[in-house]
């Protein structure tokens, strides 16, 4: 994998599961590192040590997506303390799932703000400066059940479908100004969001599943990694799943 060494990337959701697998394969490539996080100040300077060890920089900024000002803020930081921003990962993404006919409007109004506005919110703010500098890559983090719909997660799924509407406009926007935006869209990974479901919910997916076997951080990591990468300055605009199969 090429070098990103003297690029600057934020993360946000970047305390754990997929957004830390993202951060450490980013700084393993030398890139300096803007970890956003939420709440688990504990989480991210354990992940801040371990990007350190890897011999590059990081920093955490606190802050909610949802909120347009804190998204500022955010990105703000990163040209701050590091003088660019190259790469952005809009990767924060929180579940409230419930059958349509019993789901409260909190709980859609929620995920539709920290998975679909959030991603906005820093595509926004970040989008200027990555004008200014003649270039930089956008990853968005969607699901696959943003392309097929999922029973239980009538929010979730329209949050990561709206995922992909914002990748191909900003990438039609945003192409001429030298920005690359793309999404991944992961399968069954397994992080801690998808421990709690039941052993029976894990057997049905598996068996829909080609490749039969579940995900890992790293594989949404390896693709994410690519995409930031020279090798794919001419892909823009692509939805990209990583789900051993499920959806073809």
Same mark, same amino acid.
């Given at each position: 994998m090429e070098s990103l060494k003297g =690029? $600057? %990337? @934020?993360? $946000?959701g970047a305390s754990r599961g997929i957004g830390k697998a993202i951060a450490v394969k980013l700084a393993e490539l030398g890139a300096n590192l803007v970890l956003n996080y939420r709440s688990d100040s504990k989480s991210v300077e354990d992940v801040i040590k371990e990007i350190e060890s890897k011999g590059s920089k990081a920093i955490a900024?606190?802050? *909610?997506v949802s909120i347009f000002s804190d998204a500022e803020n955010i990105v703000k930081k990163a040209v701050e303390v590091f003088g660019s921003l190259d790469i952005l @990962?809009?990767? %924060?993404g929180i579940t409230k799932d419930?059958?349509?006919?019993?789901? =409260? !409007? !909190? *709980?859609?109004d929620k995920v539709i703000d920290v998975n679909l506005k959030g991603a906005f919110n820093c595509i926004r703010h970040a989008a200027p400066v990555m004008v200014k500098q003649k270039g930089g890559k956008i990853v968005n983090i969607s699901s696959v059940v943003g392309v097929t719909g999922n029973a239980g997660q009538i929010n979730y799924s329209a949050a990561k479908a709206g995922i992909i509407g914002v990748t191909k406009s900003a990438a039609r926007e945003l192409a001429s100004r030298g920005i690359n935006v793309n999404a991944v869209a992961p399968g069954f990974i397994q992080t801690d969001m998808t421990e709690v479901l039941s052993d029976k919910v894990k057997e049905s997916t598996l068996n829909s599943i080609p490749l039969k076997r579940f995900g890992s951080a790293q594989d949404i990591a390896n693709m994410v990694a690519f995409l930031v990468s020279p090798s794919a300055d001419y892909i823009t605009g692509q939805?990209?799943?990583v789900d051993g199969g499920m959806v073809m």
């Open positions: =690029k $600057t %990337a @934020i993360v $946000t900024v606190q802050g *909610d @990962i809009n990767n %924060a419930g059958l349509v006919l019993r789901m =409260k !409007e !909190e *709980d859609f939805v990209i799943n």
